[in-house]
């Protein structure tokens, strides 16, 4: 059945004046922009409304964080929401866990576009223009089974709308906080690829696009719905199911490094024949990732190698660890420079922090590779040499786009270096290379590792050795190992 033409946007976990979490450390010039992430992602989202032309905007929970209580989120919240009335678009909002109906019922002075949808209440929204339906927005009640890994969602039949308005030829639109943990969606990352990506998801014949996965493509076909919005899930996912097209929008805006990739919302436009098409619209001003660099002693050419050796005497030993220390950190600038060039970001984020892992492999075992290894610990090995290389970094990616930069090091895996280049390391002193064999050995078996550190916690005070057994084990043991390596380079000085 032909349907009138509309287009609306969906958006999720908005989470207003939360704070992003882990940026301690990052540049004074980017305070003000991790301040008001959430709150500037919210602007450009009302401001998206109105370049869109949408018909309405749809908020699937977590617009608010609740236990922040800040009054700035509501401040701003009001006055977008004002906006949005000031240009007759309804705004349909469904409270989310972080935001439950208690929360919004004592939210004053919302404007009169604003539609709360109770899951307790059966009867669906009806969103009309010019008088003539576009679509049915209803909650899909949801109640927590016995484990919480899973979730029941029941369907409630609703009588017709209050409005008394035809709702044979309105869109069908669900709404679902959140779906049972084990089902898997098709991720996408937000790109421009994704564009027309859904545009056949649900032809008006019936036929699916795309089969998706078999239990959502059961579990979304107990409803009469033909979009099927999800609220919680903070990574946007998409399955064009049989009968209607399960998508979650994300976030507008990441909070953590658990929150990797773009923040958006999603533009919906359902065509005059019943297809869905659907475009990413970024509205994110921070951006999390997570970038890795493998390494088994073989990766750099002759001439970085080179590079790293120095020129060398007998009298210039020191020259040489320091002239390898310097080629690694060039060699390391450049590549890290490179993969952050092939980010492809949005151009209107800006902050982009990038967590690195520097991987250390099992390399072959020779001596050119042992001695690669120890050029690479030595330049980032310590957290003095890290925050270096990282300054490092900033000069080199801070150009003349206006973003800015934060980059965070790590080591994985540091026992398969320090197995194969204490030798290197510790030159002729026998004590260093029986400590960074000894802390290889152990740090390659983390078990054995944390029984020693309850053993020798226990050998002081005793009657601690149950209340540490915890603690223990939820000790990160590459932290530790890299923790230790510094301390061991300090102690034992010149060798390493």
Same mark, same amino acid.
């Given at each position: 059945?032909?349907?009138?033409?509309?287009?609306?946007?969906?958006?999720?976990?908005?989470? *207003?004046?939360?704070?992003? /979490?882990?940026?301690?450390? %990052?540049?004074?010039?980017?305070?003000?922009?991790?301040?008001? =992430?959430?709150?500037?992602?919210?602007?450009?989202?009302?401001?998206?409304? @109105?370049?869109?032309?949408? +018909?309405?905007?749809?908020?699937?929970?977590?617009?608010?964080?609740?236990?922040?209580?800040?009054?700035?989120?509501?401040?701003?919240?009001?006055?977008?929401?004002?906006?949005?009335?000031?240009?007759?678009?309804?705004?349909?909002? $469904?409270?989310?866990?972080?935001?439950?109906?208690?929360?919004?019922?004592?939210?004053?002075?919302?404007?009169?576009?604003?539609?709360?949808?109770?899951?307790?209440?059966?009867?669906?929204?009806?969103? #009309?223009?010019?008088?003539?339906?576009?679509?049915?927005?209803?909650?899909? %009640?949801?109640?927590?089974?016995?484990?919480? +890994?899973?979730?029941?969602?029941?369907?409630?039949?609703?009588?017709?709308?209050?409005?008394?308005?035809?709702?044979?030829? %309105?869109?069908?639109?669900?709404?679902?906080?959140?779906?049972? #943990?084990?089902?898997?969606?098709?991720?996408?990352? @937000?790109?421009?690829?994704?564009? /027309?990506?859904?545009?056949?998801?649900?032809?008006?014949?019936?036929?699916?696009?795309?089969?998706?996965?078999?239990?959502?493509?059961?579990?979304?076909?107990?409803?009469? $719905?033909?979009?099927?919005?999800?609220?919680?899930?903070?990574?946007?996912?998409?399955?064009?199911?049989?009968?209607?097209?399960?998508?979650?929008?994300?976030?507008?805006?990441?909070?953590?490094?658990?929150?990797?990739?773009?923040?958006?919302?999603?533009?919906?436009?359902?065509?005059?024949?019943?297809?869905?098409?659907?475009?990413?619209?970024?509205?994110?001003?921070?951006?999390?990732?997570?970038?890795?660099?493998?390494?088994?002693?073989?990766?750099?050419?002759?001439? +970085?190698?080179?590079?790293?050796?120095?020129?060398?005497?007998? &009298?210039?030993?020191?020259?040489?660890?320091?002239?390898?220390? &310097?080629?690694?950190?060039?060699?390391?600038?450049?590549?890290?420079?490179?993969?952050?060039?092939?980010?492809? *970001?949005?151009?209107?984020?800006?902050?982009?922090?990038?967590?690195?892992?520097?991987?250390?492999?099992?390399?072959?075992?020779?001596?050119?590779?042992?001695?690669?290894? %120890?050029?690479?610990?030595?330049?980032?090995?310590?957290?003095?040499?890290?925050?270096?290389?990282?300054?490092?970094?900033?000069?080199?990616?801070?150009?003349?786009?206006?973003?800015?930069?934060?980059?965070?090091?790590?080591?994985?895996?540091?026992?398969?270096?320090?197995?194969? =280049?204490?030798?290197?390391?510790?030159?002729?002193?026998?004590?260093?290379?029986?400590?960074?064999?000894?802390?290889?050995?152990?740090?390659? /078996?983390?078990?054995?590792?944390?029984?020693?550190?309850?053993?020798?916690?226990?050998?002081?005070?005793?009657?601690?050795? /149950?209340?540490?057994?915890?603690?223990?084990? &939820?000790?990160?043991?590459?932290?530790?190992?890299?923790?230790?390596?510094?301390? @061991?380079?300090?102690?034992?000085?010149?060798?390493?």
């Amino acid at each position: 059945m032909p349907v009138s033409p509309f287009r609306f946007l969906h958006a999720a976990n908005l989470r *207003l004046d939360h704070p992003l /979490e882990g940026v301690k450390g %990052a540049p004074d010039d980017a305070f003000l922009q991790l301040r008001d =992430a959430t709150l500037t992602a919210f602007d450009r989202l009302i401001a998206a409304c @109105g370049e869109q032309g949408v +018909d309405f905007l749809l908020l699937t929970g977590n617009t608010l964080a609740a236990a922040g209580r800040s009054l700035r989120a509501i401040g701003r919240l009001r006055c977008g929401l004002e906006e949005l009335a000031e240009r007759d678009i309804p705004a349909l909002i $469904v409270p989310g866990r972080l935001d439950p109906w208690e929360v919004w019922r004592s939210v004053p002075g919302l404007p009169d576009n604003v539609v709360l949808l109770d899951p307790s209440d059966p009867d669906p929204v009806t969103v #009309s223009r010019d008088g003539t339906p576009l679509a049915t927005v209803r909650v899909l %009640a949801e109640s927590p089974a016995k484990n919480d +890994d899973s979730v029941t969602v029941t369907f409630r039949p609703s009588p017709s709308s209050p409005s008394g308005a035809d709702e044979s030829a %309105a869109f069908p639109i669900g709404v679902a906080l959140r779906l049972p #943990s084990e089902q898997v969606f098709t991720r996408s990352r @937000g790109n421009r690829a994704d564009d /027309e990506s859904c545009r056949d998801a649900r032809r008006a014949d019936g036929n699916s696009r795309a089969n998706g996965d078999e239990p959502l493509q059961r579990w979304a076909a107990q409803w009469p $719905v033909r979009y099927l919005a999800v609220g919680e899930p903070t990574q946007r996912m998409t399955l064009p199911a049989e009968n209607a097209l399960v998508h979650a929008s994300g976030t507008t805006q990441p909070i953590g490094a658990g929150e990797r990739g773009p923040g958006g919302a999603t533009l919906v436009r359902v065509h005059q024949d019943g297809t869905i098409s659907t475009t990413f619209i970024p509205t994110g001003v921070v951006r999390w990732e997570r970038l890795e660099l493998p390494f088994d002693g073989t990766g750099r050419s002759e001439e +970085d190698a080179s590079r790293s050796v120095g020129v060398t005497t007998e &009298a210039e030993g020191s020259h040489q660890q320091n002239a390898g220390q &310097a080629g690694w950190e060039g060699w390391l600038i450049d590549r890290m420079r490179a993969a952050v060039e092939s980010l492809a *970001l949005e151009p209107d984020e800006l902050v982009c922090i990038v967590d690195w892992r520097l991987i250390l492999l099992e390399g072959p075992e020779r001596p050119e590779c042992a001695e690669e290894l %120890a050029g690479l610990l030595r330049a980032v090995g310590t957290s003095s040499a890290r925050s270096r290389l990282i300054e490092r970094l900033h000069e080199a990616t801070d150009g003349s786009e206006s973003r800015l930069y934060v980059h965070r090091v790590s080591i994985d895996r540091l026992a398969a270096g320090l197995t194969e =280049a204490a030798n290197v390391l510790a030159g002729d002193d026998t004590i260093a290379a029986d400590f960074l064999q000894k802390l290889g050995r152990l740090a390659a /078996e983390p078990e054995e590792m944390m029984r020693l550190v309850r053993h020798r916690a226990t050998r002081i005070a005793p009657e601690l050795a /149950e209340r540490l057994a915890e603690p223990a084990a &939820a000790i990160d043991a590459n932290r530790l190992t890299e923790e230790a390596f510094e301390t @061991g380079m300090v102690w034992l000085g010149g060798p390493l």
